[in-house]
């Protein structure tokens, strides 16, 4: 299983990012997904996640500013992320829960398999 998460950068308040995941080496949408972030001195926290029949959950932190989607054709993952704040300045890394394709969960211990990361930065 691969992970490999890329799209982040710095942006200013308000600003957009749309994170990419492409997944290799399982089949895509017999897999739970999901994305997590992680910023300096805190826990690992969920953001969202989609299951293989395409039900979402999102944190209420980035309800209706975040959008989670996937091409299972393309076997990527996608996090659309607009009116970012400086509190969503993190690593975002994409996760994948093996046997658990129908599951939504936020919770980092779900997941079994894990990306390196990609950097956002929103700061004037």
């Known amino acids: 299983v691969q992970l490999v998460e890329s799209g982040g950068g710095l942006v200013q308040p308000g600003g957009s990012l749309r994170l990419s995941c492409t997944a290799s080496?399982?089949?895509?949408?017999?897999?739970?997904m999901g994305w997590f972030r992680q910023a300096p001195g805190k826990e690992r926290e969920g953001v969202a996640c989609?299951?293989?029949?395409?039900?979402?959950r999102y944190a209420d932190s980035v309800k209706g500013r975040f959008t989670i989607s996937k091409d299972n054709a393309k076997n990527t993952l996608y996090l659309q992320m607009n009116s970012l704040k400086p509190e969503d300045t993190a690593m975002y890394y994409c996760?994948?829960?093996?046997?658990?394709?129908?599951?939504?969960?936020?919770?980092?211990?779900?997941?079994?398999?894990w990306g390196q990361g990609t950097q956002v930065t929103v700061s004037c």
């Open positions: 996760a994948a829960a093996a046997g658990r394709a129908l599951w939504l969960d936020l919770l980092p211990g779900t997941y079994t398999d």
């Open positions: 989609i299951n293989s029949v395409g039900s979402i």
């Open positions: 080496g399982f089949i895509f949408n017999n897999y739970g």
